[in-house]
């Protein structure tokens, strides 16, 4: 079954109980019918109230604040390799190790760390 129509599907399935529990006026007869919980009965019916029968599909979910997120320097830099050379994700790796100056430098090393006596 093609998605578009899976998705056609679940809403009218939502729509189906919601007015099914204003039919026979208890939403507590309408979830047991359709074995539902009345807590997702209920995210259905604010869905519903706030957005219509659009507001009951399917939303994906969307962060909000990502802490691995890339500085949009560093995006559009893997977009230019991309597009322009074609390189794959090993040389585009390769290439951001060796040109980009955001990187932390490690202080020079002033000679041997353990003393041999």
Sequence with gaps: MKKEVRDAFRIH????????AEVCRTV???C????????????????????????L???KPVVIN???????DAVDKILHLRQTYKLGPERIMWYLERTMESRPQSPPSTGPLFETG
């Design 13 to 20: 399935y939502k729509w189906t109980v919601l007015q099914y």
């Design 28 to 30: 507590i007869q309408a």
């Design 32 to 55: 047991r019918e359709f074995n539902v919980p009345r807590s997702t009965f209920y995210e259905w019916k604010k869905a519903y109230e706030k957005g219509g029968k659009a507001g």
């Design 57 to 59: 599909a399917r939303k």
């Design 66 to 72: 990502n802490p691995h997120k890339l500085a949009q």
